[in-house]
């Protein structure tokens, strides 16, 4: 069983919104933070957002802050990532991944080595 499975991406002209969505099964169900990731051609897996699945508590990246909201369903187990007004360099594979640290430790993690799943990523093609 796959534990994360994401849906959602696509092709959109710069300016335009995406909403990606990320489902959890198996021991994901037991994540104490989400977060999304992307991967340009030729670049490194950069941190995009992420959230504490306790209280909603996220965290974004630079780049794509007043821009992208992630949030959490607890009923159905799923993340997403609403993007707006995008930008070409928003371009890439997008991944979601889930960490099992023990639940006290409530920093958001933002580098790739802190989660332990991850889905097999979606495509997000931004054109201008």
């Known amino acids: 069983q796959v534990p994360l499975v994401e849906s959602g991406g696509g092709s959109v002209q710069a300016g335009g919104s995406l909403r990606l969505s990320c489902a959890a099964s198996?021991?994901?169900?037991?994540?104490?933070?989400m977060g999304w990731f992307r991967q340009a051609p030729g670049k490194e897996r950069e941190f995009v957002a992420a959230?504490?699945?306790?209280?909603?508590?996220?965290r974004y990246a630079d780049s794509v802050k007043g821009r992208f909201t992630v949030s959490r369903d607890n009923a159905k187990n799923t993340v997403s990532l609403q993007m707006n007004s995008l930008k070409v360099e928003d371009t890439g594979v997008y991944y979601c991944?889930?960490?099992?640290?023990?639940?006290?430790?409530?920093?958001?993690?933002?580098?790739?080595?802190?989660?332990?799943?991850w889905g097999q990523g979606t495509q997000v093609t931004v054109s201008s």
């Open positions: 991944a889930a960490d099992h640290r023990p639940f006290f430790i409530m920093t958001v993690p933002d580098t790739a080595n802190e989660y332990d799943d």
């Open positions: 198996g021991r994901t169900l037991s994540r104490n933070h």
């Open positions: 959230i504490r699945w306790s209280d909603g508590y996220t």
